[in-house]
């Protein structure tokens, strides 16, 4: 059974910045593309960011590039996303969930850690 729990949310100020980790179990986390998607505030699932299972590609959507990294530690079967810069609009719900690039709303995801954006 895929099981993916994320962490590391909370309230940070514009123009600060966190780390989200997620850990993953119950699959071959070192062959997954894996990606982080967010929910804000009465919006759709949005696609952040995704990363081939190397780590070698890295993928991100026009919003975040340049102020979200993602990454991942396949010997602690562990997915990151640090955050900097953060805007008011990168508040919302972020979850871990399976598939990179090509990820779709129907692909596993975690349960989601808040983050929120507020001064």
């Known amino acids: 059974e895929v099981r993916l729990v994320e962490s590391g949310g909370g309230l940070v100020q514009p123009g600060g910045s966190l780390r989200l980790s997620c850990v993953a179990s119950?699959?071959?986390?070192?062959?997954?593309?894996m990606s982080w998607v967010r929910q804000g505030p009465g919006k759709g699932l949005e696609w952040v960011s995704g990363?081939?299972?190397?780590?070698?590609?890295?993928y991100y959507a026009d919003s975040v590039q340049g102020r979200f990294t993602i990454s991942r530690d396949n010997a602690k079967n562990t997915l990151y996303l640090t955050m900097n810069n953060l805007e008011t609009d990168d508040t919302g719900v972020y979850y871990c969930?399976?598939?990179?690039?090509?990820?779709?709303?129907?692909?596993?995801r975690g349960q989601g850690t808040q983050v929120t954006v507020a001064s």
């Open positions: 969930a399976t598939g990179g690039r090509g990820w779709s709303p129907n692909n596993a």
């Open positions: 119950g699959f071959r986390f070192y062959n997954a593309d």
């Open positions: 990363i081939d299972g190397s780590g070698g590609r890295t």
